[in-house]
């Protein structure tokens, strides 16, 4: 194994696009494999290198880690990006755990048919604002802080941003009532490794394609449609 960590996925988002958001946050470089045909994911199973037999994949520190809530853990512990202590790590946890949510229902948005697509639309908007958005507006304003825990730049608000960005994509102006957020977006955005992911070059993917709908299907044959929420 290299110095840097390696990611094994496919040349697009998915859940893989959090541990990149998380590397780069840190400062740190990443190799990436991208799996194209049966063949590389065939041959990932037989090496046992996919533990439960599932991609996300990444060696680092001489590990091979799958579990992509278990790479982000490790990645935000190595760097200092979970905490000062346990009730900090706890509150972090909390935290990414709601933007998890909040993305899961962006995340099988390229797999619906078209009809589902439009339903699961309205379905992102209302639960980011109605459900999520609510939620980081008010720590943020009771807190009084610039970040959502402690006093430090930390897993969570990477994780947040991450997912604002995403909703954005699909309703440009959902953070309209949220006066705490888009400071908040505007602040995170600005930290130098954060600025620089999200610059043209950088080794963030963009909004997942036809191509890559069948690149996945094709590879982890996915021969059924994926349900809305």
Do not use: C
């Not at 509150?91 to 390229?110: K, N, S």
Request: hydrophobic share 40%.
């Amino acid at each position: 194994m290299s110095g840097k960590p390696k990611l094994y996925y496919f040349d697009g988002r998915g859940k893989m696009e959090s541990v990149r958001w998380l590397l780069a946050a840190a400062g740190v470089e990443f190799e990436e494999e991208f799996l194209e045909t049966r063949d590389q994911y065939e041959k990932l199973l037989q090496g046992g290198s996919l533990l439960f037999q599932q991609v996300p994949m990444v060696e680092i520190d001489g590990m091979r880690m799958v579990q992509t809530r278990a790479i982000l853990s490790y990645i935000a512990a190595k760097y200092n990006l979970y905490g000062k202590d346990l009730k900090e790590r706890a509150l972090i946890d909390m935290y990414v755990g709601g933007t998890d949510d909040l993305m899961g229902f962006i995340l099988i948005f390229p797999f619906l048919s078209a009809e589902d697509k439009e339903k699961q639309h309205a379905v992102i908007v209302q639960k980011a604002t109605s459900r999520y958005f609510p939620v980081y507006e008010k720590v943020l304003k009771d807190r009084g802080q610039h970040f959502l825990v402690g006093n430090n730049f930390s897993w969570a608000d990477v994780h947040l941003l991450e997912a604002i960005l995403m909703v954005e994509e699909k309703k440009s102006d959902v953070l309209s009532g949220f006066p705490q957020l888009q400071a908040f977006k505007a602040r995170i955005s600005s930290i130098p490794t954060i600025k620089k992911f999200l610059e043209p070059g950088s080794q963030r993917k963009p909004v997942p394609d036809d191509k890559y709908v069948e690149t996945v299907r094709r590879v982890l044959h996915m021969y059924y449609d994926v349900k809305a929420n």
